[in-house]
């Protein structure tokens, strides 16, 4: 079938530091990858996304590499804010028919100055 | 701009009454979906359409109900069947049949139990 397995939270980090929230995916052929933010009380934000093996998707500072290979999209940022407090989902879209979106279970990250 | 609007932002539900949710997109999309979120946890799908006038059971459709009459519109009923409703609702839509789109999504509905 088709997953998607998240680190689990809650992060804590320090202002600056180094964010890393592995990702992994189970889907038969080539799904498209994407990770959304949800800042509280709020719906979901598509944060950066991949359509493709070796894709690097990209948005304020986060950026997320399609490994086929490990069948992961893990999310990285070398600088985080206390602005980039939020809860993290990553995603997956199987195919062009069927329509449905696989998501995460979610990653808490708070950030402390 | 283009976007999903979600009302009410804030919805309470008395015993035995049905409340409707509602979602509203102009993005020109053809799937539109509802999901549930409970306090820390991930979404879990209701119900979605993708096209007018058909939709599709998710993971835990019982105790809901949903119509899809017109493109833009995809309003979630919550039945009295429903007994445990309070959580956060978020509606979603996308392009069918293109899996390099993401979803996007409505800026939610909070559910309480009075």
């Known amino acids: 079938g088709n997953s998607v397995t998240q680190m689990e939270g809650p992060v804590t980090l320090s202002e600056e530091a180094f964010l890393t929230i592995n990702c992994t995916y189970t889907a038969t052929g080539y799904p498209s990858l994407f990770w959304y933010v949800q800042y509280p009380g709020e719906g979901l934000q598509l944060l950066l996304k991949a359509t493709k093996a070796d894709d690097k998707g990209s948005n304020k500072g986060f950026e997320a590499t399609y490994r086929k290979e490990t069948t992961s999209f893990h999310l990285e940022k070398g600088s985080v804010q206390v602005s980039d407090s939020a809860v993290y989902f990553c995603a997956l879209r199987r195919s062009n028919t069927g329509n449905q979106f696989y998501f995460g279970t979610g990653t808490s990250l708070t950030v402390i100055p | 701009d283009g976007g999903i609007t979600q009302s009410p932002k804030y919805l309470f539900r008395k015993e035995g009454q049905n409340v409707t949710l509602s979602c509203e997109q102009n993005?020109?999309?053809?799937?539109m979906y509802w999901y549930r979120q409970d306090p820390g946890q991930g979404l879990r799908l209701i119900y979605y359409?993708?096209?007018?006038?058909?939709?599709q059971k998710g993971d835990i459709a019982e105790g809901y109900s949903v119509s899809r009459e017109k493109k833009e519109s995809f309003p979630l009923t919550v039945t009295s069947a429903q007994k445990n409703p309070t959580a956060f609702y978020l509606c979603?839509?996308?392009?069918?049949?293109?899996?390099?789109?993401?979803?996007?999504f409505g800026d939610g509905t909070r559910l309480s139990i009075l």
């Open positions: 979603a839509s996308t392009e069918r049949d293109r899996k390099i789109q993401p979803q996007h």
């Open positions: 359409s993708q096209i007018v006038n058909d939709f």
């Open positions: 993005l020109n999309h053809d799937a």
